[in-house]
């Protein structure tokens, strides 16, 4: 009996060593990874997702996220690292000084093939150094170019007053988009209106742009004239159909606009009454040179009112 319990620790502790090894190899199998002090990109990061080199549509404002072995020394590994073509970037850290985000700005450049490189070294907070140089190629995806439009505040204007013309983009993007204004029609450009810009400029970023048409006071009745407008030389937008305004140009605004007409039900359920929407933009000293005639299914009016 003494014999067994002296052998009995003995196993026990082959066993538990046996265990530790297996494990230990094991660890070793899952990391992938051999049990170095060697300075390491582990994984590579876009969007929250592990990428490998050699990705492709990527977005040209993505955030690149180098996953290391140990905590960098922020100096050294800015210093050494490096894309081609060049573009501006900047890095950021989190608290364990091993994780490192590339932010590019301005925006890279479209449907362009980048390789991100950094030279083996010692770039690790305590010294640690890489044993192999380290790149990362991708392309970014290519340019989709939006849909403009144009449109008017109001389909026309007087003498004395200004229109505003908005252009407007489907969706923004990283990219200034850019067109003149065409204009043409019976209304003469710097005699009967003004413009306050030839073009638009819609900035990266931005989906509309404004220019203003001022009608100018000629002193002359011409009556109602045209203004036709139309976008040339486009760039980094398309129209998905030929924009173009016909706008009217008039002397003098009326005294009054018209605004709408009501069916009226009174004293029982059926109509026998109509309310007329006028709207008085000026002083109007005598209202009885004005009359209003309805119409009278098809035949006619019932005359003036």
């Known amino acids: 009996m003494q014999q067994i319990f ?3 620790p003995l196993s026990v502790a082959l066993l538990l060593a046996v265990l530790a090894v297996s494990s230990c190899n094991q660890d070793k199998e899952d990391d992938g990874f051999p049990i170095t002090n060697d300075l390491r990109v582990l994984k590579v990061n876009i969007g929250g997702d592990a990428v490998a080199s050699g990705l492709s549509d990527v977005s040209v404002v993505a955030q690149i996220e180098l996953v290391f072995s140990h905590a960098l020394n922020t100096s050294a590994f800015e210093n050494a690292l490096s ?3 060049s ?3 900047s ?3 989190d608290n364990s000084g091993s994780f490192a985000t590339i932010s590019f700005a301005p925006p890279l450049q479209y ?3 980048y390789t991100l490189s950094l030279p083996k070294g010692a770039y690790g907070a305590n010294g640690e150094s890489s044993t192999e140089d380290f790149t990362f190629a991708f392309t970014t995806h290519p340019f989709a170019a939006p849909n403009i439009t144009l449109s008017s505040e109001e389909p026309g204007f007087f003498e004395g007053e200004t229109l505003t013309i908005t252009a407007e983009l489907s969706f923004p993007i990283f990219n200034d988009v850019s067109l003149d204004l065409e204009l043409s029609g019976s209304a003469i450009n710097g005699v009967d209106y ?4 030839p073009g638009m400029l819609i900035p990266a970023g931005s989906t509309t742009a404004t220019v203003e048409l001022s009608a100018l006071n000629d002193g002359e009745d011409e009556g109602a004239e045209t203004i036709t407008i139309a976008i040339a030389n486009l760039v980094n937008a398309v129209e998905a159909q030929p924009q173009i305004l016909n706008l009217t140009l008039g002397d003098q605004p009326p005294p009054m606009e018209f605004k ?3 069916s009226l039900k009174i004293g029982g359920a059926t109509t026998n009454g109509r309310a007329i929407h006028l709207r008085v933009l000026q002083d109007i000293p005598d209202l009885s040179l004005y009359g209003i005639g309805i119409a009278n299914n098809g035949g006619g009016t019932d005359g003036r009112e």
Not at 194 to 197: E, Q, R
Request: charged share 10%; aromatic share 10%; hydrophobic share 60%.
């Open 6 to 8: 002296k052998i009995a």
């Open 83 to 85: 894309i081609a073509p």
């Open 87 to 89: 573009a501006a970037f």
């Open 91 to 93: 890095v950021s850290y």
């Open 111 to 113: 449907e362009t093939a």
């Open 194 to 197: 003004s413009v306050s810009a």
């Open 260 to 262: 709408g007409v009501m």
